[in-house]
């Protein structure tokens, strides 16, 4: 079975397949934020889109992060290791990459467990 959460004409914001959850690329909904504030909001919504699927972050397995300006990579990671679960911290991936819109400083994937 598969289960499509916030789907719409182009994509879902997370497909449940099985027993994972595949979550969507996420940015930032107030883009005038650095990259700390978009890295936090993203990983709120995360939170929010883990739960309608019937999971949480402890249960995430896989995290691609991408960031405009690779420089900006130890602001992201205040954000992300305040939201980490200590001893649950998933296999990651962080890359420099052109973003879908210039306001953009982070996109967050990830793959995670049902329970």
Do not use: C
Not at 25 to 32: E, I, K, L, P
Not at 42 to 58: E, F, N, Y
Not at 99 to 110: C, F, K, M
Request: proline share 4%; hydrophobic share 55%; no cysteine.
């Amino acid at each position: 079975m598969i289960k499509r959460i916030e789907a719409g004409p182009r994509m879902s914001q997370a497909v449940v397949h099985g027993t994972t959850v595949y979550v969507a690329g996420q940015v930032a909904n107030d883009t005038s934020a650095d990259v700390a504030g978009q890295t936090r909001q993203i990983l709120a919504r995360i939170d929010a889109l883990l739960a309608v699927a019937g999971t949480d972050k402890s249960r995430v397995l896989a995290a691609t992060i991408y960031l405009a300006d690779i420089g900006t990579f130890a602001a992201m990671n205040v954000a992300w290791e305040s939201w980490v679960v200590p001893g649950a911290t998933p296999a990651r991936a962080t890359v420099e990459a052109a973003l879908a819109a210039p306001a953009y400083a982070v996109e967050i994937v990830v793959i995670a467990a049902l329970p």
